[in-house]
Each structure stands twice: as structure tokens, then as C-alpha cells.
């Protein structure tokens, strides 16, 4: 910083004596604001029925279960993983959206999950002005970093970890910019909590570790409590469950040989395409701000941690680009400040205006969601009339139904009285090698038994929106099968 940027710095701090903390958030951080506030009135304005996700339902069913049987111990509520152990590692989770739904119904569950993430942009908005990032780069970055990966918005157990994995991450940047304190061992209950919520805490319990070897390396032990103390507890808080015995194996089947991960897409690599093209331009950017010398100054070596390992994380799978979104906004806009020479321009009174607008604008917003927005326009992607189709024709207790990934869980959470007598749904975990192999014979018409997985179902479900070939004449060509419903998006077929 040169003298007059000291002088100038001085000076707007002097003006600030006798001034509320409130007042001086607002004046100094116009457009950060404006960039949470716009994002959470775009979701709630346009895309809030787009939130709800097959994972959605599998989040409100199983903490429904959770309250009602208990922590679940084995799986009961599907025909094909009957009697496998069920870890409920997110039990948490599940019970906190569920919640959110008795309370309030769907529109409850929509806006907890856009509430989440809204905490989360502005927790890591907050980690880059903590950093010393100017509002005019944390905004430029974080225009980039929330839309990098919208999917990683959706209402599902995930959603409720993104704040715990900002707050996890300020904390210790904060320990790396001035060394590692007691206040730094904050994040141990964060990742005991966490722990109960999402997988994504193994994650975090990384980054503790790594920040502690770090601070290790630059005292050259000097200091050795807190980063020991780090080191040491931070992999055990992963533990910090009623699963706790079984979550080594938990983790080591999610992490490191999932058989699913051919089948579900957000699994997969991230391949360059028109839905991954603002990650790699995002990606694009940290590798060019670290190239450069001036910016590599303003980077320090936990930070570059941080960005290599969620980097690797977005790439090597889809569902992993969130997490390197919400790390870039945290970490990126000081080195881009390296970059850019013109400081933020002070306009108290205007940029206090620009703050109070936005945040009058998400309030409303919320507002108008919350009391104007029926159940139905929530729901416009899942049609009762699929469900009251499905009821009718199971109603017989001893009747199956075989539905899809998508439609499973939607299912069950409607029709309770399922339970057991689906065939499969989202929780590709509990089902064996040959069991999932059955199932992408299935989805892809491979083979000529390929429809054997659906023998003895008086019930079949058909997505018609999903990619791949069509089974409804196959199905149609059977003698006794016919149409209970049918609209764009799936098909009810009935057998006899």
C-alpha cells in the first residue's frame, strides 16, 4: 500500500468514529451486497421451482423417517436394497428440512434452502473483505462464482454443509493471514456439526489438517498447540456421529471405490460443455491470477491449498464445483486486486442507498414468495396427478412399483405407504455390483433381458424427460399393460 492509499486509508477511518458498524458495513460494501441480494431475488423470482431435485425428496423423506422410526440402521423402504445397512450419515440434515416443511410446507423447505445459500455467498463475501480484498473485486469474482455451478443450489442435504464449509474456511484463512490462535480451533465444533450433515466434511477436515501442517512449516514448530491440536482432533470430528463406527467404510465406499459412479452424472468428471463452460472460465481465472507474479505476492500457500484442492475436487467430479465456487469468492478477489490498480470509490451516502435498496429488494422478495406462492407453483414439476395415478394403482397392499431415480423418493414422500414395496431410488449405495449393473442394462435397453429388472412390478414409472431411449412401447407391447397416466414428463403404466 503506498503512503497516500495509507493517508486516504487513515483518514475514511477517522471519518468513521462515532458511526454505527451497521452504517459503515453498508457504506463500504455496495455492490458484495448487491451481489447476494440479486442472486437470492433471481432464485426466488424465477428459479425456485427448479430447487426441488430428486435428491430433494430422498432429503424430506428420510428425515421423515428419522423423526417417526429413529436413526435408521437398515434399509426397509426399498425392494431392491431390502435388509442392506443404511448409514444415514445426513440424518441431520434431513431432519432440519423436514422440519422446515411441517412448519411451512414446500415453500418453507424452498426458502431454507435459498436462505442457506445466501449465508453461504455472504459468508465468503465476508472471508474476502476479512482478507483484505477490495468490495469492487469480491464483487467481480463473485458475479462469476455464483452462477459457476447453480446446481449446486438445489434443496438436498448438501445445501445445509455450504455455510459450515465458509465459516470453516475463514477461519482458518484467517489463521493463515495471522497465524493460527485459540480462536482458530472454532472450526472443530464446526466440523462436529458438519460431520452430521453432509459427506463434504472430510473436505473440511482436509483443509484443517493442511492449515496446521502449514503453520507448522512457517514457525518452524515454534508454535506448536493449536496446529497440533488441529492436526490431531479436526480428522476425528469426521467421527463425530452416532454412525461413527461405520463411517470409515461409509466414507471409503462415497469416496474412493463408489461402484455408482458411471451411473450418476454429477459424479462423473466435469467434461467441458455448455453447463461446465463458466467453471473452466473460473478455473480460467485462478490460473491466470496465479501466474502472474504480482498476484502470486497476495496469495499465500494455505490459499493455494485451497484453490489446488477444490480445484482437483470441481474436475474430478460435477458435484464438487460448488465447493471450488465458494473457495475462489473467499480467496480469489485479493489476487485479483493485484491485478487491478483503482481502489474502491467512497460515496458513502450513494453506496448506503445501494445497500439498503438490495436488501429491501431480497426482503420483499422473500416476502412476496413466502405469502403469494401456492404449494402448486412450487410443485409445477411434479404433478399430482402422477401421484393420485400411482395411489390408485397400488393401492393393493401387495402390489410394486418400479419407478425411476427421479420419481422414487417424490413417490415416497407422497405415498407413505410404499415403504418397501418401491423398487429403488436415489441411494445407489446400498445396492450390490450386480444390482446396479441391472439397472444401467435397464435405463440403456442393453441386452435382451434387459426389462427383467421390472418382473413381478404391478407398477412402472417412466420418466419421458430423461435422455436415453423410451421403454413405454416395450412396455406397451405386454398383454394386460396399460395407461393410468400419462403427460409430458412421465408415464403410469399398470400390469396385470
Given at each position: 500500500m503506498s503512503a497516500a492509499d495509507r493517508v486516504a486509508s487513515g483518514t475514511r477511518r477517522d471519518d468513521r468514529v462515532g458511526r454505527g458498524r451497521l452504517s459503515t458495513l453498508l457504506e463500504d460494501n455496495p455492490f458484495p451486497i448487491v451481489l447476494v441480494c440479486a442472486t437470492g431475488v433471481v432464485l426466488l423470482a424465477a428459479f425456485a421451482p427448479a430447487l426441488l431435485v430428486g435428491d430433494s425428496w430422498l432429503t424430506l423423506m428420510a428425515g421423515r423417517e428419522v423423526v417417526r422410526e429413529g436413526l435408521p440402521d437398515t434399509e426397509t423402504l426399498t425392494?431392491?436394497?431390502?435388509?442392506?445397512?443404511?448409514?444415514?450419515?445426513?440424518?441431520?440434515?434431513?431432519?432440519?428440512?423436514?422440519?422446515?416443511?411441517?412448519?411451512?410446507?414446500?415453500?418453507?423447505?424452498?426458502?431454507?434452502?435459498?436462505?442457506?445459500?445466501?449465508?453461504?455467498?455472504?459468508?465468503?463475501?465476508?472471508?474476502?473483505?476479512?482478507?483484505?480484498a477490495t468490495a469492487r473485486s469480491t464483487f467481480l469474482v463473485g458475479l462469476l462464482a455464483a452462477v459457476a455451478g447453480p446446481w449446486g443450489w438445489t434443496v438436498r442435504a448438501q445445501t445445509t454443509a455450504l455455510p459450515f464449509f465458509v465459516g470453516t474456511l475463514w477461519l482458518l484463512l484467517d489463521a493463515s493471514r495471522h497465524g493460527a490462535r485459540r480462536r482458530t480451533l472454532l472450526v472443530l465444533p464446526?466440523?462436529?456439526?458438519?460431520?452430521?450433515l453432509h459427506g463434504s466434511v472430510v473436505m473440511g477436515a482436509g483443509l484443517a489438517v493442511?492449515?496446521?501442517?502449514?503453520?507448522?512449516?512457517?514457525?518452524?514448530?515454534?508454535?506448536?498447540?493449536?496446529?497440533v491440536a488441529l492436526a490431531v482432533a479436526a480428522p476425528l470430528c469426521v467421527l463425530a456421529s452416532p454412525y461413527a463406527a461405520r463411517l470409515p467404510a461409509y466414507y471409503h465406499l462415497m469416496l474412493v471405490d463408489a461402484p455408482f459412479a458411471d451411473i450418476l452424472r454429477e459424479w462423473q468428471w466435469s467434461r467441458p460443455a455448455a453447463t461446465t463452460a463458466l467453471f473452466y472460465a473460473l478455473a480460467a481465472l485462478v490460473v491466470a491470477l496465479v501466474a502472474l507474479r504480482r498476484s502470486r505476492s497476495r496469495l499465500r500457500a494455505f490459499e493455494l491449498i485451497v484453490l489446488a484442492v477444490t480445484l482437483i475436487s470441481a474436475v474430478q467430479a460435477i458435484r464438487g464445483v460448488i465447493w471450488f465456487s465458494l473457495a475462489c469468492l473467499a480467496v480469489l478477489p485479493v489476487a485479483l486486486d493485484g491485478v487491478l490498480r483503482r481502489r474502491d470509490v467512497h460515496a458513502p451516502r450513494l453506496n448506503r442507498a445501494i445497500s439498503v435498496?438490495?436488501?429491501?429488494?431480497?426482503?420483499?422478495a422473500f416476502l412476496a414468495t413466502a405469502v403469494a406462492r401456492p404449494a402448486s407453483w412450487f410443485l409445477s414439476s411434479w404433478p399430482e396427478e402422477e401421484v393420485a395415478a400411482v395411489a390408485r394403482a397400488a393401492a393393493d397392499p401387495s402390489s410394486r412399483v418400479f419407478g425411476t431415480d427421479r420419481h422414487s423418493d417424490w413417490l415416497l414422500w407422497r405415498i407413505p405407504a410404499l415403504r418397501g414395496r418401491i423398487a429403488f431410488d436415489v441411494r445407489f449405495e446400498l445396492y450390490d455390483r450386480e444390482t446396479l449393473e441391472e439397472i444401467v442394462r435397464y435405463n440403456g435397453e442393453l441386452g435382451s433381458d434387459w426389462k427383467t429388472i421390472a418382473d413381478g412390478y404391478e407398477v412402472i414409472v417412466l420418466d419421458l424427460e430423461k435422455g436415453g431411449p423410451s421403454h413405454l412401447d416395450d412396455f406397451l407391447d405386454e398383454p394386460g399393460t396399460t395407461i393410468a397416466f400419462r403427460d409430458e414428463r412421465v408415464v403410469v403404466l399398470t400390469r396385470r
Amino acid at each position: 500500500m503506498s503512503a497516500a492509499d495509507r493517508v486516504a486509508s487513515g483518514t475514511r477511518r477517522d471519518d468513521r468514529v462515532g458511526r454505527g458498524r451497521l452504517s459503515t458495513l453498508l457504506e463500504d460494501n455496495p455492490f458484495p451486497i448487491v451481489l447476494v441480494c440479486a442472486t437470492g431475488v433471481v432464485l426466488l423470482a424465477a428459479f425456485a421451482p427448479a430447487l426441488l431435485v430428486g435428491d430433494s425428496w430422498l432429503t424430506l423423506m428420510a428425515g421423515r423417517e428419522v423423526v417417526r422410526e429413529g436413526l435408521p440402521d437398515t434399509e426397509t423402504l426399498t425392494v431392491l436394497g431390502q435388509g442392506a445397512t443404511w448409514t444415514d450419515q445426513q440424518w441431520a440434515a434431513q431432519v432440519v428440512f423436514y422440519a422446515a416443511d411441517r412448519v411451512g410446507g414446500v415453500a418453507a423447505v424452498v426458502l431454507l434452502d435459498i436462505a442457506l445459500v445466501l449465508l453461504a455467498l455472504a459468508l465468503a463475501v465476508a472471508a474476502a473483505r476479512a482478507g483484505g480484498a477490495t468490495a469492487r473485486s469480491t464483487f467481480l469474482v463473485g458475479l462469476l462464482a455464483a452462477v459457476a455451478g447453480p446446481w449446486g443450489w438445489t434443496v438436498r442435504a448438501q445445501t445445509t454443509a455450504l455455510p459450515f464449509f465458509v465459516g470453516t474456511l475463514w477461519l482458518l484463512l484467517d489463521a493463515s493471514r495471522h497465524g493460527a490462535r485459540r480462536r482458530t480451533l472454532l472450526v472443530l465444533p464446526l466440523l462436529a456439526v458438519w460431520a452430521n450433515l453432509h459427506g463434504s466434511v472430510v473436505m473440511g477436515a482436509g483443509l484443517a489438517v493442511a492449515l496446521a501442517l502449514v503453520e507448522l512449516v512457517r514457525t518452524r514448530g515454534r508454535r506448536l498447540a493449536v496446529p497440533v491440536a488441529l492436526a490431531v482432533a479436526a480428522p476425528l470430528c469426521v467421527l463425530a456421529s452416532p454412525y461413527a463406527a461405520r463411517l470409515p467404510a461409509y466414507y471409503h465406499l462415497m469416496l474412493v471405490d463408489a461402484p455408482f459412479a458411471d451411473i450418476l452424472r454429477e459424479w462423473q468428471w466435469s467434461r467441458p460443455a455448455a453447463t461446465t463452460a463458466l467453471f473452466y472460465a473460473l478455473a480460467a481465472l485462478v490460473v491466470a491470477l496465479v501466474a502472474l507474479r504480482r498476484s502470486r505476492s497476495r496469495l499465500r500457500a494455505f490459499e493455494l491449498i485451497v484453490l489446488a484442492v477444490t480445484l482437483i475436487s470441481a474436475v474430478q467430479a460435477i458435484r464438487g464445483v460448488i465447493w471450488f465456487s465458494l473457495a475462489c469468492l473467499a480467496v480469489l478477489p485479493v489476487a485479483l486486486d493485484g491485478v487491478l490498480r483503482r481502489r474502491d470509490v467512497h460515496a458513502p451516502r450513494l453506496n448506503r442507498a445501494i445497500s439498503v435498496a438490495a436488501l429491501a429488494s431480497l426482503a420483499a422478495a422473500f416476502l412476496a414468495t413466502a405469502v403469494a406462492r401456492p404449494a402448486s407453483w412450487f410443485l409445477s414439476s411434479w404433478p399430482e396427478e402422477e401421484v393420485a395415478a400411482v395411489a390408485r394403482a397400488a393401492a393393493d397392499p401387495s402390489s410394486r412399483v418400479f419407478g425411476t431415480d427421479r420419481h422414487s423418493d417424490w413417490l415416497l414422500w407422497r405415498i407413505p405407504a410404499l415403504r418397501g414395496r418401491i423398487a429403488f431410488d436415489v441411494r445407489f449405495e446400498l445396492y450390490d455390483r450386480e444390482t446396479l449393473e441391472e439397472i444401467v442394462r435397464y435405463n440403456g435397453e442393453l441386452g435382451s433381458d434387459w426389462k427383467t429388472i421390472a418382473d413381478g412390478y404391478e407398477v412402472i414409472v417412466l420418466d419421458l424427460e430423461k435422455g436415453g431411449p423410451s421403454h413405454l412401447d416395450d412396455f406397451l407391447d405386454e398383454p394386460g399393460t396399460t395407461i393410468a397416466f400419462r403427460d409430458e414428463r412421465v408415464v403410469v403404466l399398470t400390469r396385470r
